[in-house]
Nanobody, 129 residues
Framework: QVQLVESGGGLVRSGGSLRLSCQTS????????ISWFRQAPGKEREGVSC????????YYSDAVKGRFSISRDNAKSTIYLEMNNLKPDDTARYFC??????????????????????WGQGAQVSVLS
């Protein structure tokens, strides 16, 4: 069964850092684009970062560019999101998701949640002001 499980969330002070992990199983994650999304109460879900499986391409939302970094450990089938210089506006529940494979991912459409078929339960990140 295809599964994704997030971990590493928690409470952190403004300016602090956290590293989220997305542990995958049931498929060859190294051949699938994997993305991180987040959703805060009362707000729309937004794409945070994407790791493409081809050409080692990575993409970030403008809100996190320069502060967050996505990476993979293929031996552990795990995708990471390192978050630095965290701000209160980063407070949200963070989800990792697997591309469905039915429609192509493009550099300008990776943050469309409809392109993903499997999601983790999410990990809460709370940044204190």
């Amino acid at each position: 069964q295809v599964q994704l499980v997030e971990s590493g969330g928690g409470l952190v002070r403004s300016g602090g850092s956290l590293r989220l992990s997305c542990q995958t199983s049931g498929f060859r994650a190294e051949y699938y684009p994997i993305s991180w999304f987040r959703q805060a109460p009362g707000k729309e879900r937004e794409g945070v970062s994407c790791s493409f499986s081809r050409e080692n391409a990575t993409y970030y939302s403008d809100a996190v560019k320069g502060r967050f970094s996505i990476s993979r450990d293929n031996a552990k089938s795990t995708i990471y999101l390192e978050m630095n210089n965290l701000k209160p506006d980063d407070t949200a529940r963070y989800f990792c998701a697997r591309w469905s494979g039915h429609r192509p991912l493009m550099s300008d459409t990776w943050n469309d949640g409809e392109l993903y078929d499997t999601w983790g339960q999410g990990a809460q990140v709370s940044v204190l002001s």
